[in-house]
Structure formats: structure tokens, C-alpha cells
């Protein structure tokens, strides 16, 4: 199937998406279209098992911080995967559901349309 339509869940003014790590392994994320690069928690990358590739400097509300970046076999949002994916770990603040921010480095590799006042999201394949 070439193309999907999710609800996806408000928490506040986030709208949070399922996003499997690969088998057992899905968990909510935010879906944050101005985020260059996608993170996830302490917690999740340890769970994952998620191998370090190096450092990154990102922009956060509390200005610049230097954030491990690791390398994640397969993400995906229902039948779309991305492999070997560099994200960032980072806690998030809020004490939200949400284990991390799906990005950008994630959504660019399909046509994305998204709907913010039903919180609809459509992915389909380029």
C-alpha cells in the first residue's frame, strides 16, 4: 500500500504518533515538522540497544546543548520504514507520553500532508 491516513493523539498543542523501533518496540513520539533531526529518550535508545556514531550541537528551548547522536535500524510509522537513521538522544521535558520527536530527517522521505485542527496525517510514498 502506497499511501496512509492516521488520527493521531493531542497532548496540549502536541499531536503524538505511533512510531515502531521494530518488533515491541513502538512508543508515541511528537510530531514536530521543525525539527531537522529526530530524538529519542535515554530510556528508548537504551532499550534499543542503539548504537552511538558521534556528538551533535542542537537547539533547544535552553539554547545550544551537545547531544549524543545514535544510529537506529529501522523506524517507521506503519508500513513506512526508514534504515539506519541518525537521531539524536535527548530527555525531553513536560513529563508528556511522548518518548522522543519524530523530524524532518524521517518525514522528507515521503509526501507528507497533515491537517493540525483534526490531527489527520497523510503519509504517502514519493
Do not use: C, W, Y
Not at 513502538?26 to 556528538?55: F, H, N, P, W, Y
Not at 545550544?64 to 526508514?82: D, G, I
Not at 518525514?107 to 485542527?117: I, P
Request: net charge positive; glycine share 12%; hydrophobic share 40%.
Amino acid at each position: 500500500m502506497g499511501e496512509v491516513n492516521l488520527k493521531l493523539e493531542r497532548e496540549g498543542n502536541a499531536l503524538l504518533i505511533p512510531v515502531s523501533f521494530g518488533p515491541g518496540n513502538e512508543v508515541l513520539m511528537v510530531l514536530d515538522t521543525g525539527a531537522g533531526v529526530s530524538m529519542i529518550s535515554t530510556r528508548l535508545a537504551e532499550r534499543l540497544k542503539a548504537r552511538q556514531v558521534g556528538m551533535m550541537k542542537i537547539s533547544t528551548a535552553n539554547g545550544m546543548v551537545r547531544v549524543p547522536q545514535v544510529e537506529v535500524s529501522e523506524v517507521s510509522v506503519k508500513q513506512f520504514a526508514v534504515r539506519n537513521l541518525r537521531i539524536t538522544v535527548n530527555d525531553m521535558s513536560g513529563g508528556g507520553r511522548a518518548q522522543g520527536l519524530l523530524g524532518v530527517d524521517f518525514l522528507n522521505h515521503f509526501r507528507m500532508s497533515l491537517d493540525t485542527e483534526t490531527g489527520q496525517l497523510h503519509l504517502e510514498r514519493k
